[in-house]
Nanobody
Framework: QVQLVESGGGLVQPGGSLRLSCAPS????????MGWYHQAPGKQRELVAR???????NYADSVKGRFTISRDNAKNTVYLQMNSLKPEDTAVYYC???????????????WGQGTQVTVSS
């Protein structure tokens, strides 16, 4: 069984920074695209940032210039560096990944359990 395990959320003041991490538990072969989504109370889950296995990235307009997504393929880990945080960034942040568990098999999409990010003074 594969699970995506997230860490790094918490409470931070406006203008502060946080770094989220996500890695799979369990045996896997490889990971294709990885990404971060967020969901604020009463709103739909939205893409924050995504990175392919080759390192291509895309970001939501609201976080461009403030957030950076990166990955360490040797550790199968994806990171989200969040700078200049705003109260409107407050949400539960979810990791998402397309995981290949066995060579030659199609990737399967997985979600993490979510980690709370609260930006407040």
């Amino acid at each position: 069984q594969v699970q995506l395990v997230e860490s790094g959320g918490g409470l931070v003041q406006p203008g502060g920074s946080l770094r989220l991490s996500c890695a799979p538990s369990g045996r896997i072969f490889s990971i294709n695209a990885m990404g971060w989504y967020h969901q604020a109370p009463g709103k739909q889950r939205e893409l924050v940032a995504r990175i392919t296995s080759a390192g291509s990235t895309n970001y939501a307009d609201s976080v461009k210039g403030r957030f950076t997504i990166s990955r360490d393929n040797a550790k199968n880990t994806v990171y989200l560096q969040m700078n200049s945080l705003k109260p409107e960034d407050t949400a539960v942040y979810y990791c998402n990944a397309d995981v290949v568990r066995v060579p030659g098999f199609l990737p399967r999409n997985y979600w993490g359990q979510g980690t709370q990010v609260t930006v407040s003074s």
